[in-house]
């Protein structure tokens, strides 16, 4: 497994001293700076070009969103790969999940996510994909519908859905997803890891890898969120 480098944008002392000291106990994380404020995290970010930048919405000078912004912004036309921007926040209200994906955020995950969840995270966005955190996946679902009543979408490039409904119905009907892979599967939209998932169902993680592989199969979807997302819009999960 590559080494992620991470920076940290966070103004709550505890939040920022509490992520920092256990990424720093992670081998695969390589954390590269903090900082407390908008204006000296853009100036981190610019300074140590991290793999993922970690921003909080809520940053007392400029805000996570504008930062996201303006740091996007700086990065059209530079070398190397750019930096993803994981937005981390209180906040799940429709506007500004779908303000922090229109400023260009990669992910976006709520403060009470788990540790093991953000570590899951940062590498799921470290590999060019969106991480969703599943208790905005309704605003994802709302934005998804809207796409197909030919509204202009917001978040298309977060998440794709190349089905329409009645695909997905053939879709479940040609590769219908076992009772197992569907409790499997309501974790997932849940925003469980694999390991929570393997203690809830008293399985192996190995037997919970194998049912995520053949969910993301069977729902022809490129990574978790997708399947997420899928899975509430054909309504195989509530």
Same mark, same amino acid.
């Given at each position: 497994?590559?080494? +992620? %480098? ?9 939040? %920022?001293?509490? +992520? ?13 700076? #903090? ?12 300074? /140590? ?19 996201? %912004? ?47 969840? &953000? ?10 994909? *969106? ?19 030919? !509204? ?5 490039? /977060? !998440?794709?859905?190349?089905?329409? #409904? ?12 076992? #009772? ?16 929570? +998932? ?14 995520? %592989? ?16 899928? *899975?509430?819009?054909?309504? &195989?999960?509530?």
């Amino acid at each position: 497994m590559s080494t +992620i %480098r991470v920076a940290l944008i966070e103004d709550h002392d505890l939040t %920022r001293v509490g +992520i920092r000291t256990a990424l720093q106990q992670r081998g695969e994380i390589e954390f590269v700076g #903090e900082a407390a404020n908008g204006t000296e995290g853009l100036k981190l970010l610019e300074t /140590t070009k991290p793999d993922v930048a970690i921003v909080d919405i809520g940053l007392p000078d400029i805000d996570g969103i504008e930062l996201t %912004r303006q740091f996007k912004q700086s990065q059209h036309g530079s070398e190397g790969p750019p930096t993803k921007i994981l937005v981390l926040t209180l906040q799940d209200n429709e506007d500004a999940v779908l303000a922090a994906f229109a400023a260009g955020a990669d992910s976006y995950c709520m403060k009470n996510i788990s540790f093991d969840n &953000l570590l899951e995270a940062l590498q799921v966005t470290y590999e060019g994909n *969106a991480w969703i955190d599943p208790a905005i996946a309704r605003v994802v679902l709302k934005q998804t519908k809207a796409t197909q009543a030919g !509204v202009e979408p917001v978040m298309m490039k /977060t !998440v794709t859905i190349n089905a329409s #409904e009645p695909e997905y119905s053939q879709l479940i009907e040609a590769y219908p997803l076992t #009772e197992r892979e569907l409790e499997v599967l309501q974790l997932i939209v849940e925003g469980c890891s694999n390991a929570t +998932i393997a203690e809830k169902l008293y399985i192996t993680v190995g037997t919970v890898k194998t049912h995520v %592989r053949n969910i993301l199969n069977k729902l022809c979807a490129d990574d978790r969120t997708q399947a997420a997302v899928r *899975a509430l819009r054909s309504g &195989l999960v509530g």
